[in-house]
């Protein structure tokens, strides 16, 4: 679904509570008590068989007797009984539903599970959306609704908690209530029958009064939607979540070391990194998070400056700040020339900056002048430790008086419980994030970095790479399309190492040259050409580990030692595995790099994520060392070399001693094939590469293994690349030569610049207000699209030379999930009005609602707007004027797929 109707849900005109009881501490009557006492300025309306009033207000005895029609209901009553209400509230019209009751398949009953499809059958055709079964409800306070049994009402405020844990819920509640903390939204999902996360993101994306989002996860459905909700959620608001379960075990099925190694909390891990989302582990967390990244600007590098009056709260600020993986900044010559100048001579002269334990107000603002214009600071932490020769309250004013718009983000932590808890309360009160202690204004602080690093993988958009033919250099996704058929087709489920290296070598991964044979005497003529020495590994598809029962024989210096290896080694394994099937052997290549690192690059096939990329320090000790990092594909250059990072044997990569440093472009540009083959190829369910060498030379896989599945069962990718297989060129009317491509967020610059040349009267007739300017949540909304749901093209011309001009025009598609419904919008700039670019970018839209099979394009224009009628009449719209706008006029497409 979407967030159609969820307007019902979250801002009623009217409420109907199905199931209020006057039985004292019954949920009905909690529920009657709540929302009667919330504020809400419409009509409640309580539905009871036998009790004439609740709450002191008439009571019906059934839907029929409504004497409106509700926007909203809530129901608590009998599992049983709710499918026929569902049915009934959609024919008299009601658009939204909270069903508090549980009972609908909790713990996978089968009948409670018909209750829940029936239930949902009876709401699909009135399109009404149902938020539970089994929740505890929603508090929305600024509509004064309070549709819930929480012990606790909400204050108001700017932040949305969306959860599937009541108990979290109003634990939530309970502890924001008691200090102060309001939200805009509690929404607690339940078993997300209908509304699930992706819904609530899409809403809240949306929400003016939504300035920042806490998600608490047990679990996702329908992972591609919650990303694309998610990645479009994150560019406009902070997002923080916290997941239940990370220790639970989920990889028991795995046979690779991938496969054990990405556990389904990593993956999870992995998705909320690439939605730019933020995770905590606690949900003291979630707040201090959401505050800290709500009240300070966006951080533009890591590097930290501490302030503080007492020497040993600094060196406990720097530990906990390194042990976080910060980083300290180093103060510039020209900064400690200024200190030197405002600070008593005894002052630390470096970072962390010890003003001494007598320090008043100023000499905070004389240290913060020097570093907040270092250019080698990011941020400030600023400490104070209560003394008895300065005030730590008129510190704190000093300070607040003194910091400005624009500064570099500052926090504080201002020490003790006395006069200490009066300084963070003026703190808070001036929208300063303060801490009592240093070691939790660091974890602050390094919220505000794993953010920006979040946020800087959600800018990236990776391209689909193109088809190629065997010599092309880029993916041969034909021939490993048919090894993998083929594989299926014969019934295995493993490829030998030959088919293997085939598959890797298609997808550009240097590999090992490598013979297959059946028996060790096929290896004198079949190994001839292979440059020794030579390796001999056993081919058996009930064998995956196999140098742990002997498979394996290296350094053979001849092509007569391998024949000889293979035998000893066929009696070897037909002893210790008698019942293995022998396919025979593969035979390849010793390599010689004594100095390269041992890597692992591996695949696994998440069942709610679908293909997982994972890197890590590879050999026969990989689930022992567990140093590893996972990656949702696709990858680029900048997401690849950040997985790279998140190891811990990136260090040595970097090279130390007289070990020179790894061709880290050569390790990132296998991580990106390999995400790539995932993506092409669903039937692919495990991938391991492990040793995968590296060196300053290059890369070169030695071992690698492949497990295939029914691409039926795999879940699909969650995060689509950019489509650069819709780029194309046109001719305009006038001849003009014109580049058309989906938009990236790169083109904010050039949007602003196109805007700028397009005549304020345009601008009404487009947006059917004035714009000065473009507010970020919009311009970001206009260039960070997801491709799953929307579709921008930009135009530029091209140049006799082949270069690129500034950007013309755009046109839009945004489409429903359903795909039912797209509706378009197109901006020119007002010098190339008349050139026909207009109607070239309307073509390339249609085009693509075309090829997208979307049921409707649908746009609307204001009656005054001839040009555009005009063009929308030639391009075959219907056109008919708006019912609930008498000045505009909607046009309405057809469209009929190719």
């Known amino acids: 679904m979407t967030v159609r109707n969820l307007d019902a849900l979250f801002k009623p005109k009217a409420i109907a509570l199905i199931g209020a009881s006057r039985h004292e501490r019954s949920v009905g009557a909690v529920l009657a008590r709540n929302l009667f006492r919330a504020g809400f300025q419409g009509p409640i309306l309580p539905v009871h068989p036998r009790n004439l009033s609740v709450e002191g207000v008439l009571a019906y005895a059934d839907i029929d007797a409504l004497p409106i029609v509700p926007d909203l209901a809530i129901i608590a009553t009998p599992p049983a009984t709710v499918p026929d209400l569902i049915r009934r509230l959609g024919e008299r019209g009601c658009r939204g539903a909270v069903v508090i009751t549980a009972g609908f398949g909790e713990g996978a009953d089968d009948a409670g599970m018909a209750l829940r499809q029936a239930m949902l059958k009876a709401a699909r055709p009135h399109l009404l959306r149902i938020i539970g079964p089994n929740c505890l409800g929603i508090l929305v306070p600024g509509s004064g609704v309070n549709a819930s049994f929480s012990h606790v009402a909400a204050l108001p405020g700017d932040i949305a908690c969306v959860t599937q844990s009541g108990a979290v819920a109003t634990a939530l509640l309970d502890w924001a209530t008691a200090r102060g903390i309001g939200f805009s939204h509690v929404v607690s999902l339940g078993d997300s029958s209908d509304v699930d996360f992706g819904d609530m993101l899409d809403y809240l994306a949306l929400d003016p009064g939504t300035k920042s989002v806490l998600l608490y996860i047990e679990g996702v459905t329908h992972a591609r939607k919650f990303m694309s909700a998610a990645r479009a959620l994150s560019r406009l ?85 390194l042990d976080e993986g910060g980083v300290l900044a180093t103060l510039a010559p020209e900064t400690l020339t200024q200190l030197d100048a405002a600070l008593p001579h005894t002052w630390s002269r470096a970072n962390p900056v010890d003003i001494i334990g007598d320090a008043p107000g100023a000499r905070y603002c ?12 990011d941020a400030v932490l600023l400490l104070n430790a209560p003394t008895a020769v300065a005030s730590s309250v008129e510190a704190a004013e000093a300070v607040i008086g003194h910091l400005k718009p624009g500064d570099k983000p500052v926090l504080t932590s201002w020490m003790g419980e006395l006069d200490a808890r009066d300084a963070r309360n003026r703190f808070r009160t001036a929208d300063l994030p303060s801490f009592s202690t240093p070691t939790d204004a660091v974890k602050g602080l390094m919220h505000l970095v794993r953010y920006r690093r979040n946020q800087a993988q959600l800018q990236q958009l990776p391209p689909v790479m193109p088809d190629a033919g065997p010599d092309s250099g880029t993916p041969d996704r034909a021939a490993v399309s048919a090894i993998l058929a083929t594989v299926r087709a014969e019934g295995r489920e493993w490829l030998d190492e030959a088919e293997t290296k085939r598959v890797l070598a298609a997808y550009g991964v240097p590999v090992v040259r490598t013979v297959a044979v059946e028996t060790p005497e096929e290896i004198l003529a079949a190994a001839a050409d292979l440059s020794l020495p030579l390796a001999v590994k056993i081919r058996s598809p009930d064998i995956t580990h196999k140098s742990d029962i002997g498979g394996v024989a290296l350094d053979l210096p001849s092509v007569e030692s391998a024949k000889e290896a293979a035998v000893a080694m066929l009696r070897r394994v037909q002893a210790v595995k008698p019942e293995a099937v022998i396919a025979g052997f593969t035979v390849q290549e010793m390599i010689r790099r004594p100095g ?38 696709p990858l680029n250059l900048p997401l690849a070399y950040e997985l790279i990072q998140r190891t811990r044997i990136a260090r040595q990569l970097a090279g130390f001693r007289a070990r020179p440093p790894a061709n880290l472009e050569a390790i990132a540009s296998a991580l990106i094939q390999v995400a790539q083959l995932a993506i092409d190829h669903p039937s692919l369910r495990e991938l391991d590469i492990n040793p995968l060498l590296a060196d300053e030379t290059g890369v070169v ?90 579709m921008a093209f930009v135009a530029r011309p091209i140049d006799a030379d082949g270069a690129l001009g500034p950007i013309w025009g755009t046109v839009r598609l945004t489409c429903d999930a359903d795909l039912t419904l797209g509706e378009y919008a197109i901006l020119i700039r007002s010098d190339i009005k008349g050139r026909g670019l207009g109607y070239t970018l309307m073509r390339q839209i249609i085009g693509y609602g075309q090829d997208r099979k979307v049921g409707k394009i649908v746009g609307t224009i204001l009656r005054e707007n001839e040009p555009m009628l005009t063009m929308a009449r030639e391009l075959g719209f219907r056109l008919a004027a708006s019912a609930e706008d008498t000045g505009v006029m909607e046009a309405v497409m057809d469209v009929v797929s190719n």
């Open 701 to 790: 896989a030695l071992d690698a293994r492949i497990r295939v599945q029914d691409p039926a069962n795999a879940a699909p990718v969650a995060v689509p690349p950019y489509p650069n297989q819709l780029e194309t060129e046109a001719v305009i009317r006038d001849g003009t030569r014109i580049s058309l491509r989906p938009i990236r967020p790169e083109d904010a610059p050039d949007i602003i610049s196109m805007i700028e040349q397009v005549a304020p009267e345009d601008v009404r007739l487009r947006f059917f207000s004035s714009l000065k300017s473009i507010p970020r949540p919009l311009l970001a909304r206009l260039t960070q699209i997801d491709y799953d749901r929307e």
């Open 366 to 377: 004389a240290a913060l002048d020097g570093v907040l214009a270092d250019p080698g600071v």
């Open 596 to 633: 390269a690192f041992e890597l692992i690059v591996g695949i696994a096939s998440d069942p709610t994520f679908g293909p997982v990329v994972l890197f890590g320090h590879g050999g026969v000790a990989v689930e022992v060392r567990n140093d590893k990092a996972l990656a949702l594909p």
């Open 237 to 321: 608001k902070p997002v923080v979540v916290i997941k239940a379960g990370r220790h639970q075990a989920a990889a028991a099925a795995a046979s690779s070391h991938t496969g054990a190694m990405a556990g389904s909390d990593a993956v999870y891990d992995a998705a909320f990194r690439r939605a730019g989302m933020l995770r905590v582990t606690d949900l003291g967390d979630l707040f201090a998070a959401v505050e800290t990244l709500a009240r300070l600007p966006v951080l533009r590098g890591e590097r930290v400056a501490i302030i503080t009056n007492g020497g040993g709260m600094g060196v406990l600020a720097t530990d906990a700040l």
